[in-house]
């Protein structure tokens, strides 16, 4: 059996509130259960913290045990160096998600600083975006 530790930054938690037309309607946890009934061979673990110190931790913790790292990390992917250098650090392969088309929102959006270390990323396809790295892990 895999395990895949998903990780949500800042802000996830609000999901299902914050800019329901940005981000749906639809609650990550409620969410979550049907992620996990889609793979049923697989250990889905969560987290979320608006915390990078808490985001590190998380990563130093399963980097080197989980098969993969499913990774939103919100506002921390366009600028958190120290979020970079963790990523890098670790043995799993790390899949960065974002549920909107973040190059086609504000400008500051189209950099992600740790792009250029994670596996590969997905964006765009609302939750769906979460099951297609899932996927790509399992």
Same mark, same amino acid.
């Given at each position: 059996?895999?395990?895949?530790?998903?990780?949500? #930054?800042?802000?996830?938690?609000?999901? #299902?509130?914050?800019?329901?037309?940005?981000? =749906?309607?639809? !609650?990550?946890?409620?969410?979550?259960?049907?992620?996990?009934?889609?793979?049923?061979?697989?250990?889905? %673990?969560?987290?979320?913290?608006?915390?990078? !110190?808490?985001?590190?931790?998380?990563?130093?913790?399963? =980097?080197?045990?989980?098969? #993969?790292?499913? %990774?939103?990390? #919100?506002?921390?992917?366009?600028?958190?160096?120290?979020?970079?250098?963790?990523?890098?650090?670790?043995?799993?392969?790390?899949?960065?998600?974002?549920?909107?088309?973040?190059?086609?929102?504000?400008?500051?959006?189209?950099?992600?600083?740790?792009?250029?270390?994670?596996? !590969?990323?997905?964006? =765009?396809? =609302?939750?769906?975006?979460?099951? %297609?790295?899932?996927?790509?892990?399992?």
């Amino acid at each position: 059996m895999k395990t895949v530790q998903i990780i949500n #930054g800042p802000n996830l938690n609000l999901l #299902g509130r914050r800019e329901p037309e940005v981000y =749906g309607n639809r !609650g990550f946890e409620d969410y979550l259960d049907s992620l996990r009934d889609a793979f049923p061979d697989c250990e889905i %673990l969560y987290f979320q913290s608006n915390s990078e !110190g808490a985001i590190i931790d998380k990563l130093q913790q399963v =980097g080197f045990s989980a098969d #993969g790292i499913v %990774l939103n990390a #919100g506002a921390y992917t366009h600028y958190s160096i120290a979020l970079r250098d963790a990523i890098k650090s670790i043995d799993a392969p790390v899949i960065e998600v974002h549920i909107s088309n973040v190059h086609a929102r504000e400008e500051f959006r189209h950099k992600s600083v740790i792009s250029a270390v994670c596996r !590969g990323v997905i964006a =765009g396809f =609302g939750l769906k975006s979460y099951q %297609l790295a899932v996927e790509v892990i399992v």
